[in-house]
């Protein structure tokens, strides 16, 4: 037996231990830190809002200024929850297609204004067991996504044999964002933008946290297809 392999294959994976354990240790101190001042920046747009009341030029940014500071509440809520160990986390019994509508209610302002249909096509629904919260941002940011580059057509959410699938027909991603998700080499000449934004990225490291798979594709004609898949003992008819 060679045993100057074994050593320095152990010393390999306790240094990449220790990495991990500091990624997760930094993710939660910044995630923590950030949530007081997110939180008086949500009450101050709040005030805001109340006292402007019937000035729409002055009530309108005071109101991006609280669904901005919301949504990075809530992305450090997600990241303080990555930066636990899944097995700290509880895992109560989800119904995928509750999540799923109340998602695409609260994703309908997105598309307000613009010659886009956000449709939650049903489908049959599943139980799973794992954090609701992780779950609704999986969902949410998958369809804020979809939202943001559809610019005409539609968004659909449905629900397929212990999938959670969103697609919509949108550009399509650039050859980095896909290559990223892939977990594939970045083309040369497309390395400088992923295209992906955070929300993906949050995705990815949701499903790989409660033991979930993400597929993405390009559609046919255009657009994306993104599934979440969950294997049999995560979930319950």
Known sequence: MNWAYWRA????TGELKQF?????????????ELRTPLTVISGAAEVLISRTEGEPGLQAPAERIYRAAREASDVASVLLRLARSPQGLEAPPQS????????AARCQPLVAGK????????????????????????????LRNACAYTEQGEVVLRLEQRSIVVEDTGPGLPPAAMARLLGEP???????SS????????????CAHI?????????EGGGTRFDISFPADLTQS
Request: hydrophobic residues 40%; aromatic residues 8%; negative net charge.
């Open 186 to 192: 970045v083309p040369d000449n497309d390395g400088a």
């Open 20 to 32: 991990l354990d500091r990624e997760r240790f930094f993710t939660g101190d910044v995630s923590h």
């Open 211 to 219: 033991g979930a798979e993400l597929h993405v594709r390009q559609r």
């Open 115 to 142: 010659p886009v249909v956000l449709r939650y096509l049903d489908g049959a629904d599943f139980t799973v067991h794992g954090s609701r919260e992780l779950l609704q941002a999986a969902i949410s940011n998958l």
């Open 9 to 12: 294959f152990a010393g390999r």
């Open 96 to 103: 995928v297609a509750e999540l799923a509508q109340y998602e």
């Open 195 to 206: 295209g992906t934004g955070l929300g993906l990225g949050l995705v990815q490291r949701i």
